[in-house]
């Protein structure tokens, strides 16, 4: 028998039960990560959906009450609807032995041109057509109080910038135990609790979020999403979460592995404070991650510490908004000392060795039912020991609306600014870009 013949049996015979599933009942408005964004947000389904989820043997698509909501979230379709965990609240709630699904699907139709100031890179005009699908599984035992519990989100990328046969990827991948609404710890892959919110775009994986790029000097970004907050690379999170109160929530949070993006060993931590009154959430966090070689040849040596803090509000009228802000210190030290070669410590790398000061506002309206507009904007500012100097200014408008509680619409136009000047000789620029795509969603 042909071997690859067997294993396409095995795996038709395993995805097949999960597929009639998924097709089994109309679709749950649960998920976007943003978060969120779909990648750091994981929202509920909405709340006037009546079609209830069917089970197939241990495999059940996850019920409404799988996405908690302790306290209000935000605007039913919103940003902070969408907020990537939930506002610390654990998610799924799946109080049953049994194996949860669910996931989600969107795609990206879209414009983007960026007008670069430096004399070695042309301007660019990009013709956005890019998608990304999750498929969640939670198998979980529980005996209604006590519980352990494991997901893995399997994604499938669509990039006209990659090869077919190299879009396969993984999310999430953790295991939990703990006792429901009371703690829980947390191993794996997994994002920490959300602090800074961008509002309704700048979603991850998309163009707009990385602004006005360049290839000489990437634009700052705000300090400590993608160097602790999201998932890591190589690096395995573990978090103690306790819930004392349905208002309070608390995570202590440790990294340990290897940074595939920098190869160097990685120790890190981060605690976190949720407050959820509902209409008012103030959230706080504060990080440090040192980072070594791997290989006794070198003695490179990069140290990390800063924090961020956010304010958000939700009101009864429709209007939800808040407020961001972030600042991190970043020594690095270079893989060899060229003056002193038996140095334990190689050279320290001016230009690598930074400070970071980020501000963002976000505000979002339900005009009607179903239909959201939202704005936002954020401003990066980054200074190196080199006295390099660098920021970013980046602004958005969205419009979103519900189809049938079954399909985002959403509309997004956004615009940064990047100025560049290098603490060398070399001449201070300016990148400008201008964006534009539409995104269909459908969540399960």
Not at 73 to 90: A, T, V, Y
Not at 153 to 166: C, F, M, S, Y
Request: glycine share 10%.
């Amino acid at each position: 028998m042909n071997p690859s013949t067997t294993t396409l049996g095995r795996a038709a015979a395993i995805c097949a039960p999960l597929v009639s599933l998924l097709f089994a009942s109309g679709a749950h408005a649960q998920d976007a990560p943003a978060g969120p964004p779909p990648e750091a947000a994981e929202p509920p389904p909405a709340a006037s959906e009546a079609a209830q989820p069917q089970a197939l043997g241990p495999f059940e698509r996850l019920p409404p009450s799988a996405y908690p909501e302790w306290t209000t979230r935000g605007i039913p379709g919103g940003s902070l609807w969408f907020s990537g965990n939930m506002h610390g609240m654990p998610w799924p709630y799946y109080p049953k032995t049994g194996i949860g699904v669910s996931g989600y699907a969107w795609l990206d139709t879209g414009y983007e041109t960026i007008t670069r100031g430096n004399a070695t890179e042309a301007n660019s005009k990009f013709l956005v057509s890019q998608g990304r699908a999750v498929l969640r599984i939670t198998p979980t035992y529980s005996d209604r109080t006590f519980y352990v519990q494991a997901q893995a989100e399997l994604v499938g990328n669509k990039d006209q910038g990659i090869a077919q046969p190299n879009v396969a990827d993984l999310d999430d991948l953790w295991i939990r135990i703990g006792e429901w609404r009371k703690w829980d710890l947390q191993v794996g892959r997994f994002e920490a609790f959300e602090v800074y919110h961008f509002g309704m775009a700048m979603d991850l994986n998309t163009l707009e979020r990385d602004g006005a790029s360049d290839q000489l000097h990437a634009p700052p970004d705000v300090y400590g999403l993608r160097t602790i907050s999201y998932r890591q690379n190589g690096i395995g999170n573990v978090a103690l979460h306790v819930y004392p109160f349905p208002h309070l929530r608390l995570e202590l949070l440790g990294q340990f592995g290897f940074d595939a993006a920098t190869s160097v060993d990685t120790v890190g931590g981060r605690p976190a404070l949720v407050f959820d009154q509902g209409w008012l959430k103030i959230k706080i966090e504060g990080d440090a991650r040192k980072q070594f070689p791997v290989f006794n040849s070198s003695k490179e040596s990069r140290y990390q510490r800063g924090g961020s803090a956010a304010v958000q509000v939700v009101l009864l009228q429709g209007v939800e908004a808040g407020v961001n802000v972030a600042y991190g210190l970043v020594d690095h030290y270079l893989p060899t000392n060229a003056n002193m070669p038996n140095s334990s410590m190689g050279s320290f790398d001016s230009p690598g060795s930074t400070t970071d000061t980020d501000f963002g506002a976000f505000l979002n309206g339900m005009v009607a039912p179903d239909f959201i507009i939202g704005v936002g904007a954020n401003y990066n500012n980054e200074t190196d020991q080199a006295k390099g100097k660098f920021n970013q200014l980046q602004a958005f408008a969205a419009l979103q609306y519900l189809v049938h509680k079954q399909l985002f619409v959403k509309l997004v136009g956004a615009y940064a600014k990047a100025h560049i000047a290098p603490g060398d000789a070399t001449t201070a620029w300016d990148n400008t870009m201008i964006s534009g795509r539409v995104r269909l969603m459908y969540l399960f």
